[in-house]
């Protein structure tokens, strides 16, 4: 049995998207699950190991629901065009890349490192079309130690030739290379990646379908992100009601083992949302790449009053940071702008509802994961926040919220994933 | 005579706000003053003060136009509430803590220090109500090397008991402060700074305009930034058209011998952008305050096409970072989302423009700042962004643009103010 202990001032959020507050308490870990927080560390547990991390901050781990493993190499730069033309001028020819392994073997060597050391635990990431390359990745992410799904995208029209499959090929590689990953790694799962619908024709969508009903595999792509896409989205499927029920219609939309998160939802209509709760999609929301790409904000308030499921997403490089502190701040400011600009009778979210989606929101879709609960995963993260000091007096919620803020300035000094200890070096 | 040149990948913006790039490039500075850009390094100057810094990037200083010191301690925090209750809630409590000299210390201290340390060598500041506190921070901000306006906050109605004064005692106080400041020291000036107008009667104001006649000191306050602010405003003062021409009544909205800076504007009507430029008004454009205090966005693109002086604020604490490298950033996201919710006819602001507005623009308030250009004063900041590696071969243009939204894992290596080398330890 192996058991340990971390003392600190514990921050996690309830069921009711509120945060709960263990100051000086202890969380206990027995073989990778949580047994629950104490504030007096129990008698039987005085032989574990046992860690004071005294007034440092302890946290579930992030779970990124949506993230571009290839896309890392330019996160920060081409900022200056809408989502179509800005897969085609940037995103698309950068993946071309991915092709020499002596490239991807760099670039993900970045971009695993960076993930790990971030507080991150968990993530759903798009690799590229390349299943050499994909498998490379998720070699990395296995050894890295966090949680992973991991996609090789599939993608058969309206890209670039250096970046296009046969719709057969593309179905061939891709159950390949499921039954060749579903097992292989303790920590990473392949999961199916229809890149979105404009990219996918109708016969591979249906091979798609067809391949995850025979392995039950997980799935993630995009939705409604756009007003130009969801245009040709319609015009490309003309047999959709809406841009969701173009994926429902092959099977990949969520639905009984078929676990699936749809990235943005900006434009989610009621009928999508309808067929989003039924299906227990996860949303996985992107506000920064919302903004940068200049998407729009996402109407998260009605997402979660209609009870549907919500996580974050870094979506690099949609989104230029890594940071789910810097996805939840985002998330709240673009509420705001909501809220002013479009509709004001959906009120802001706040730092507690955002920190939600972030551990628990986002967490459900990897099991039991996202808080300190008994029989949860014990993903945690120790973050050490005495750089942002202030002589006002301020409550441990202010604390917490100034961290998200603030993240910078703060260090990270311990973090498990399930238990075992990351390396942060 | 001083003279020290630095070699480095220089970037400035010129007048029509695009970025030029000078790779491997020396930047001379001879008493302070700025004596051009050489590609190779002039004969006469081989037996100056010669530093090559390689292959990091040199920049002009940021100005930071709009920043409250006293808020500082309580950035990233509170950031649940609108404009005017978010004051009563949070500003102006804090705020009066600062009648204790010794909190004031603490405080000031970690802002000067973290101002001195950040990418930024010019700022107009509020301070608070308080004389002796404003001048302690006056003090420390001398002693940083940081060149910066600095305000006594004037308010003598809808503010707490402990917030406010009388309109004879603020305005003699602030006489008295400019009297005793306006030839103290040599890189911070005192500034004329009204809260806003609901917080000043018209008798203070009055005040207000005859001491500035009198000493000609520069004005700053806030203007046009909340709908429910600017209904309030119309109602306080019935004799103004717009809110902009409630100060201009006093003679506290630019015009000759007036310098003046306006922060936000986000509601700024034609009247009030044609009586800005008429005065000649420096707008602080604030975009994270604008998103944080659910203000809304600022027509920038407008204010540009209609020739208005823009520079950028931090506006800490309605803006959690002191970062104008953020403030660039959220200035550009933030308009992809107006020209996206609000008015598709005003196109995003793009890296070079907010560039030109961190550095020229807001550098225009303080003299000839902003730019490399011989005879301007040598503010420059020296930066290496090795951190932000990436296998992908871009452009310096993009190694730029990358740095501003990646600025956390760059370091500022050395800068300048005037030439004089500030201290970042």
């Not at 046992?50 to 007034?55: A, P, R």
């Not at 790990?116 to 296995?142: D, G, N, Q, Y």
């Amino acid at each position: 049995m192996n058991r340990f202990a971390w003392k600190g001032h514990i921050f996690q959020t309830n069921d009711d998207m509120k945060i709960e507050i263990f100051e000086n308490s202890w969380v206990l870990c027995e073989d990778g699950i949580c047994k629950g927080i104490f504030k007096e560390l129990p008698e039987e547990w005085k032989n574990a190991e046992l860690t004071d991390f005294g007034d440092k901050i302890i946290i579930p781990g992030f779970c990124d629901l949506h993230v571009h493993a290839p896309q890392y190499t330019y996160r920060g730069t081409g900022m200056d065009l809408e989502l179509l033309d800005w897969l085609q001028k940037y995103a698309f020819p950068e993946e071309a890349s991915y092709a020499d392994l002596e490239y991807a073997e760099k670039a993900y060597s970045i971009f695993v490192t960076d993930l790990r050391r971030s507080a991150t635990t968990r993530a759903s990431i798009f690799a590229s079309l390349h299943v050499p390359a994909t498998e490379l990745l998720m070699e990395k992410l296995e050894a890295s130690g966090l949680k992973t799904y991991v996609g090789k995208v599939n993608m058969d029209r309206n890209s670039p030739d250096i970046l296009r499959e046969t719709a057969e090929s593309s179905a061939a590689d891709t159950d390949r290379w499921i039954s060749e990953t579903e097992n292989r790694f303790e920590n990473t799962k392949p999961i199916i990646t229809p890149r979105f619908i404009p990219s996918c024709t109708d016969e591979l969508m249906t091979s798609l379908g067809e391949i995850q009903k025979k392995h039950k595999t997980a799935v993630q792509s995009h939705v409604s992100e756009n007003p130009s896409e969801i245009k040709w989205v319609s015009e490309l499927c003309p047999f959709s009601d809406f841009y969701g029920d173009a994926y429902d219609h092959f099977g990949l939309f969520g639905g009984e083992n078929c676990k699936t998160i749809m990235a943005h939802c900006v434009y989610s209509d009621e009928r999508e949302q309808k067929l989003m709760k039924e299906r227990g999609v996860w949303i996985a929301h992107c506000p920064q790449s919302n903004m940068n790409v200049a998407s729009g904000i996402a109407p998260v308030r009605e997402f979660i009053n209609n009870g549907l499921k919500v996580g974050l997403g870094s979506d690099v490089a949609g989104g230029s940071s890594l940071s789910i502190f810097r996805a939840m701040t985002d998330a709240i400011m673009s509420s705001k702008l909501r809220w002013r600009l479009v509709d004001p009778s959906l009120h802001q979210l706040s730092v507690d509802e955002v920190f939600h989606m972030a551990t628990r929101g986002g967490g459900s879709f990897f099991g039991k994961v996202g808080a300190f609960e008994e029989g949860f995963e014990m993903d945690a993260v120790v973050i050490d926040d005495s750089a942002l000091y202030t002589p006002k007096k301020i409550s441990m919620h202010d604390r917490f919220e100034r961290l998200c803020y603030l993240y910078k300035d703060a260090k990270i000094v311990s973090k498990c994933v399930s238990g075992r200890k990351i390396d942060l070096g």
